[in-house]
């Protein structure tokens, strides 16, 4: 499609939006139209504003992050990132193909056996691991946030759909500022000047490898309390594969008992998302 239809079928499917894919986004809630040139994409979009340069850069960064996720080997169904002119300045938006309801991780490690639970997991934490080392002679500052939640998976197996925000070329403090910039929640942008340690530090476990790794352990934990003890045996299991620094730190982390980064349960009980588990 060219620039301008694109632009027109993206405010066609705003107009007659339907109920999100999902409420539980931080920055975002997907939806999906239901016909048009857009009914097999699923439509994300962001606060926008008047902060152009911010947002071209941004456009630049989705595009590079999008392109570091491919590299890495990383499946991502099809992803375009525009900014949609509004009367009030620019919106971010992002169309993705739809994946099929089935595919979703999170219920699938809900519903698995024991031994399709460990295998789900494996696989997950084997793809962290994977990104983590193909990217390991980038200069850029590159994260990822591979939660439950971010994940799809197929016959060919994982998919990671989660792209905004890129998590590429930008310092600490930026980011700092785009997870206020860009939350959802009017009380988050509010809470930024009175805690913008605390907001900043959200992003920090997204740039520790083994902070994802355990990320993806102590959710899995919170999804199956009842197989907690077979969850952790294999997780030292699969630590023990992983390469030196990432090794150590999973293991340190693993004789402690799993637990979301309090930041992040503070701000999800704010939000109102308690409940399932979104990291
Ligand atoms: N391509 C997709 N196909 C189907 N559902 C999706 C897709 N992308 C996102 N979703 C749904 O929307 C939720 C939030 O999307 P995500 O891209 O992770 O946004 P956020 O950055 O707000 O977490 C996902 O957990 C998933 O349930
Ligand atoms: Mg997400």
Redesign the pocket.
């Known amino acids: 499609m060219e620039s301008g239809e694109l632009q027109d079928a993206v405010r066609a499917a705003l107009a007659d939006r339907g109920e999100p894919v999902s409420k539980l ?3 975002c809630a997907p939806f999906r139209p239901e016909s048009g040139p857009l009914a097999d994409q699923v439509v994300k979009t962001y606060r926008g504003g008047r902060d152009r340069e911010l947002l071209e850069r941004l456009g630049e960064r989705h595009d590079a992050y999008l392109a570091c996720l491919l590299e890495a080997g990383v499946r991502v169904p099809e992803t375009q990132f525009l900014l949609l002119e509004e009367a009030g300045g620019w919106r971010p938006v992002i169309l993705q193909d739809a994946l099929p309801p089935e595919t979703m991780l999170r219920p699938q490690i809900e519903a698995a056996g024991p031994d399709h639970l460990v295998q789900l997991l494996e696989e997950a934490a084997r793809s962290i691991a994977d990104f983590w080392q193909a990217v390991a002679d980038r200069p850029e500052r590159i994260g990822y ?1 591979p ?1 439950i ?2 994940f799809a998976r197929d016959e060919g197996g994982m998919i990671f759909f ?1 792209t905004f925000p890129p998590l590429i070329s930008y310092s600490r403090a930026e980011m700092g500022q785009l997870l206020l910039r860009f939350s959802e929640s009017s009380l988050i942008r509010g809470l930024g000047p009175l805690l913008p340690g605390r907001i900043r530090a959200i992003q920090d476990e997204w740039y520790s490898p083994a902070g994802t790794v355990v990320g993806l352990i102590g959710s899995a934990v919170r999804l199956r309390p009842d197989d907690r003890e077979a969850i952790l045996t294999w997780a030292r299991g699969f630590a023990e594969t992983l390469p030196g620094d990432m090794r150590a730190e999973v293991l340190a982390e693993l004789d402690a008992p799993p637990r979301l980064p309090a930041i992040w349960t503070a701000t999800r009980r704010i939000l109102g998302l308690e409940g399932k588990p ?1 990291v």
């Open positions: 986004g931080y920055f946030h939660s939640r971010n989660d979104n």
